[in-house]
């Protein structure tokens, strides 16, 4: 609600002088993740119908929690969407499935700066733009500085041994333990966590080349034995963590600390002040490899076998004007 509140006061969809070009009968059918900030969703529908109408076309945006399983549907079956919402390496999985967007990513680049080289890398497939990265979501450790200082670091750890030997601490003293998510109920989560984790022992899937599987090593070993010695005074249930519970379990003092996108900040200060007075962010530990972190980015993509590709075109290449991106960042309250 107090989300809502923002956007109603703060946040109008700025007109914008839109192409002249229209799309008479065009039906776009648009596969996007349903975002837990209610004003994200509703931003969006409402840039999406002002741009149909205003282009005598029709758009139908669905926002689920399985927009990935529609999009990999729609893939599948070559019909069901016209433009998907893709997440982190997805467009180097359907490849040729998806338009070249290239012209659209140069253009963009061109004019706002340039390309970060991970939304460059994540969106291109053998040098060609098969989507247009949108945003991602930055991810640090949220922490009680309190129940830390309590244990003796008074600055947040840097390592993940001192992670690990902070973790112990807090149990021994009887403090919340820390909940770094683990569970295929949390992808995104504990796809942050794992593979940070992973990479940060100097291991990996596959080796640069794409192809050859390296996950067999002793790297790989070691950050597993890693994650086993942290389980061991982590909260109970970090194996059973959705997207929300480590949320809500920090937020209700019940662990005292967990990765997440730091808008958890933001609802601290609305939800849970007890919480906040007492509360801080450090990024993810160094381990033996150094500090390597995902980005879990999020992208914009035209299926190539859609119909309408002319009419997703131009949808996708109006909604990353600023005029419609920076509300959808703005509203985002540092998520995205």
């Known amino acids: ?23 008479p009968g065009a ?51 070559k019909s069901g969407g016209d433009i998907a919402e893709l997440f982190q390496s997805t467009a180097q999985i359907y490849g040729s499935n998806l338009m070249d967007v290239s012209e659209l990513a140069e253009d963009l680049g061109d004019r706002f700066g340039g390309w970060y080289d991970v939304g460059r890398d994540v969106a291109t497939v053998d040098g060609v733009w098969r989507a247009i990265p949108r945003a991602y979501t930055a991810h640090a ?31 021994e003293a009887g403090l919340p333990p820390v909940g770094n998510s ?10 942050s966590f794992c593979y940070s984790l992973l990479w940060s022992y100097g291991a990996a899937e596959v080796e640069e080349d794409g192809k050859t599987v390296s996950i067999n090593s002793q790297e ?17 249930d970090i194996t059973a963590y959705d997207e929300g519970a480590n949320n809500r379990n920090f937020l209700a003092g019940e662990i005292s600390c967990t990765q997440n996108a730091t808008s958890i900040y933001y609802v601290a200060e609305r939800q849970a002040p007890e919480v906040i ?12 490899a150094g500090h390597p972190q995902l980005v879990e980015m999020y992208l914009l993509s035209i299926f190539d076998f859609s119909e309408n ?8 290449a109006w909604l990353m004007e600023p005029e419609q991106l920076g509300p959808y960042a703005q509203i985002g309250i540092t998520f995205y």
């Open 27 to 77: 039906s776009l059918e648009m596969l996007l993740r349903r975002s837990f900030i209610p004003a994200v969703n509703q931003l969006q529908e409402q840039q999406i119908l002002q741009w149909a109408e205003a282009h005598e076309a029709s758009a139908e945006p669905t926002f689920s929690r399985e927009w990935r399983e529609l999009t990999a549907a729609a893939v599948e079956t």
């Open 309 to 316: 590709k002319d009419a997703a075109h131009a949808l996708v």
């Open 220 to 236: 790989t070993r070691d950050a597993l034995a890693y994650a086993h010695e942290l389980a061991k005074v982590a909260a109970p």
């Open 182 to 191: 683990i569970s295929q109920t949390g992808p995104n989560d504990s796809a």
């Open 277 to 288: 007075e007492a509360m801080s962010h450090f990024q993810y530990p160094d381990g033996p």
């Open 141 to 171: 450790y949220n922490y009680r500085t309190d129940y830390f200082s309590e244990v003796g670091y008074e600055e947040p750890p840097k390592t993940y041994d001192e992670y690990l030997d902070c973790a112990t601490k807090l149990v």
């Open 1 to 23: 609600k107090e989300v809502e509140k923002v956007v109603e006061k703060e946040v109008m969809v700025t007109p914008t002088a839109m192409a002249m070009e229209t799309f």
